[in-house]
């Protein structure tokens, strides 16, 4: 299977707009207060270490996972690399424009945007078919080796947490339905937005019928001039016979 010229446009699209809906679904799990997903956990410690900015020690981070791809044999891609210097500028973008909410209700639904708006974004960019994230990288090859989407997600991200949180990260509620709720949610949206390549044209029929101008009668091959001319005559045995007598059959009833 190969993929066509004309879909490059839509595998650039799905890249660019998973990668930018992370930044924005990151920046809502951050503005919501209740606690962030395990990456952004690991990314709070590292910026309040180093007084960088989210979306800077994002950027960095993703280089310092690239490391842990080389004993997996994962191979980066177009998508790998637009991930690892996109999703950064985008999630400080986005901290800049969105409000902080204070009551209870509007922060739960921060919380359940940013988590969904994670799993679609994933599902987009992966399933452009241009390579994963540095971070989901690591969940692709887990999932080669056997493990599912669902348990090599949550490993990736419970291992983030603990990380982050030795590091002086800050966890909450957010961070529990998160980590418990990313695999299931990718799990359920990325086989649904990967964009498949090309199938090779199929045969009419299934390549088991003959041309619409010929018809099979009694597993024979009939021309529409041998239904309606009287010719090639078999014997009122053959197959036009049994024809003309099934016809008469069917006008007489």
């Keep these: 299977m190969k993929w066509a010229g004309d879909r490059i446009a839509q595998r650039a699209t799905r890249l660019l707009t998973g990668?930018?809906?992370?930044?924005?679904?990151?920046?809502?799990?951050?503005?919501a207060g209740l606690?962030?997903?395990?990456?952004?956990?690991?990314?709070?410690?590292?910026?309040?270490?180093?007084?960088?900015?989210?979306?800077?020690v994002v950027v960095l981070i993703s280089a310092g996972v690239f490391l842990l791809w080389l004993p997996l044999?994962?191979?980066?891609?177009?998508?790998?690399?637009?991930?690892?210097?996109?999703?950064?500028?985008a999630l400080d973008q986005a901290l800049r424009v969105l409000p902080t909410p204070q009551p209870w209700?509007?922060?739960?639904?921060?919380?359940a945007a940013g988590l969904i708006g994670t799993a679609v974004a994933t599902g987009?960019?992966?399933?452009?078919?241009?390579?994963?994230?540095?971070?989901?990288?690591?969940?692709?090859?887990?999932?080669?080796?056997?493990l599912s989407i669902r348990l090599?997600?949550?490993?990736?991200?419970?291992?983030?947490?603990?990380?982050?949180?030795?590091?002086?990260?800050t966890a909450g509620i957010g961070t529990a339905v998160y980590a418990i709720g990313?695999?299931?949610?990718?799990?359920?949206?990325?086989?649904?937005?990967?964009?498949?390549?090309?199938?090779p044209a199929k045969p009419p029929h299934d390549g088991h019928a003959p041309a619409s101008r010929h018809r099979v009668l009694e597993g024979r091959l009939?021309?529409?001039?041998?239904?309606?001319?009287?010719?090639?005559?078999?014997?009122?045995?053959?197959?036009?016979?049994?024809?003309r007598t099934h016809r008469r059959r069917h006008q007489e009833r």
């Design 19 to 31: 990668l930018a809906l992370y930044g924005i679904s990151t920046a809502l799990l951050v503005r």
């Design 35 to 56: 606690g962030t997903d395990p990456w952004t956990v690991l990314t709070q410690g590292i910026a309040r270490t180093t007084g960088l900015t989210l979306g800077a």
């Design 73 to 89: 044999r994962q191979r980066p891609g177009i998508g790998t690399l637009a991930n690892a210097v996109l999703v950064g500028p």
């Design 105 to 111: 209700p509007y922060r739960l639904l921060f919380l």
């Design 124 to 146: 987009l960019y992966v399933g452009a078919g241009w390579g994963p994230g540095p971070r989901d990288g690591l969940m692709t090859a887990l999932a080669r080796r056997g």
């Design 152 to 169: 090599a997600r949550t490993l990736v991200e419970a291992s983030a947490l603990a990380s982050g949180w030795l590091l002086g990260g």
């Design 182 to 199: 990313i695999g299931p949610l990718v799990g359920f949206f990325l086989p649904r937005l990967a964009l498949q390549p090309n199938e």
């Design 222 to 243: 009939i021309r529409p001039a041998d239904r309606f001319s009287g010719g090639p005559r078999r014997g009122a045995g053959g197959v036009v016979g049994r024809y």
